[in-house]
């Protein structure tokens, strides 16, 4: 079956596409950097980079009427930029954002499916309207803005078009949910809205993927049965004191259903530590360099090694990764090296990185976990195949 995979970055939804059988026809990113970084892997040699046909471009530029063959799923993570849709203004003339690019996609190459991704904070009150807008979009994709047409003009077009049931020309039916990362076996509590849409005459009938790992489990397996901690040979005086986490697992009458999420220490505990041994750790992981300058303040105190890490994030208040930072048992902090970063956002050791420890951190920071696209991708590729 085959993909295009639209605003692919540092390519964490890309993968998972072509890892569940998926056949990319165009990659496209803008950005040198995270075009560079494909780019390095490609020319390493690594899977699935190395088939990708990549091109470094804008989007709006590309004419998807020119792909030959059929689609059967378009993907990426349009970039959305903030902007008030309080006023009736017409949201095409913010140029930053992106998602008129995927609807146009989906409706020149009319796959049978699509699965865009995006920050939570698209959720929020403020942006409701442009949400809502986004979805009728999706479902009605022929039903364009007509010439000088406002958004919010269009939007109660297509809310009437909605309304009245009796449907011409493509058509998909849209669902979309918040999903926290640490819910699907990624250790980061990182949640991401997935908006996934199947072409009406599939007739798929789809749901969002089960949890399969929860925070209950996790805590059973640290101050229940003490597996946890067995598991990783950390003495009881070296324990934290998490008396939070400790009365609550202690309400537990039986132990949870389901993996328990994933923790710093899980997935970071097999490398060496880049401050104690720099040289060693640098020798033996590509980009496991120690960074320094970090410091901890209120609200910004980083990750505790044993719950999954804080959201990566490309920057905040203009300071090169953020709080990307590891918080150990007895305070301190330091930050996550390039390639502990890349674990806790379940991309392949294999994989190098382009550019300097902040630019590298903005593509980290940006990207959705691997691990977590791919229980969504794998399951709307069961359904497009009849084995879901």
């Given at each position: 079956m085959n993909a295009v995979e639209l605003f692919?970055?540092?390519g964490g939804l890309g993968m998972a596409v072509s890892q569940a059988g998926f056949k990319p026809q165009l990659v496209v990113d803008w950005d040198q950097w995270a075009c560079d970084t494909i780019r390095q892997n490609q020319k390493a040699g690594l899977q699935p980079f190395a088939s990708w046909p990549l091109i470094q471009g804008d989007v709006r530029q590309i004419k998807f009427t020119e792909l030959d063959g059929v689609i059967d799923i378009v993907t990426g993570g349009p970039p959305c930029q903030p902007f008030s849709m309080g006023g009736l203004h017409r949201a095409y003339l913010d140029e930053r954002d992106m998602f008129p690019q995927a609807i146009r996609a989906v409706r020149e190459l009319r796959p049978r499916a699509f699965v865009f991704e995006n920050v939570k904070g698209l959720t929020r009150a403020t942006f409701a309207n442009y949400l809502e807008y986004i979805r009728l979009q999706l479902r009605h994709p022929d039903v364009t803005a007509k010439p000088r047409e406002t958004w919010h003009e269009h939007l109660m077009r297509l809310e009437d078009y909605e309304t009245k049931g009796k449907f011409k020309g493509l058509q998909y039916n849209v669902v979309m949910r918040v999903l926290n990362a640490a819910n699907y076996g990624v250790p980061q509590k990182r949640e991401r809205v997935l908006i996934v849409g199947f072409r009406s005459d599939t007739g798929v009938e789809w749901h969002f993927p089960e949890h399969?790992?929860?925070r209950d489990a996790l805590l059973w397996s640290q101050w229940q049965t003490d597996e946890y901690w067995d598991r990783h040979k950390v003495?009881?005086?070296n324990r934290p004191k998490d008396l939070v986490g400790k009365a609550r697992a202690m309400k537990l009458h039986e132990q949870p259903a389901g993996l328990p999420w994933l923790t710093v220490r899980d997935a970071i505990a097999d490398l060496p530590d880049p401050e104690q041994y720099p040289l060693l750790a640098a020798a033996r992981f590509p980009d496991h360099r120690f960074q320094p300058g970090a410091r901890s303040y209120a609200g910004h105190t980083g990750s505790p090694?044993?719950?999954p890490a804080k959201t990566l994030k490309a920057g905040v208040h203009g300071v090169p990764g953020g709080e990307n930072m590891l918080r150990r048992p007895d305070g301190s902090v330091r930050?996550?090296?390039i390639r502990e970063s890349a674990r806790l956002q379940t991309f392949p050791d294999e994989m190098v990185f382009h550019g300097s420890w902040s630019e590298t951190m903005r593509q980290l920071?940006?990207?959705v976990p691997t691990k977590l696209a791919q229980?969504?991708?794998?399951?709307?590729r069961d359904s497009l195949i009849g084995t879901a």
């Open positions: 692919v970055g540092a399969t790992h929860s003495a009881k005086r090694l044993d719950e930050y996550f090296t920071g940006n990207a229980v969504v991708v794998q399951k709307v």
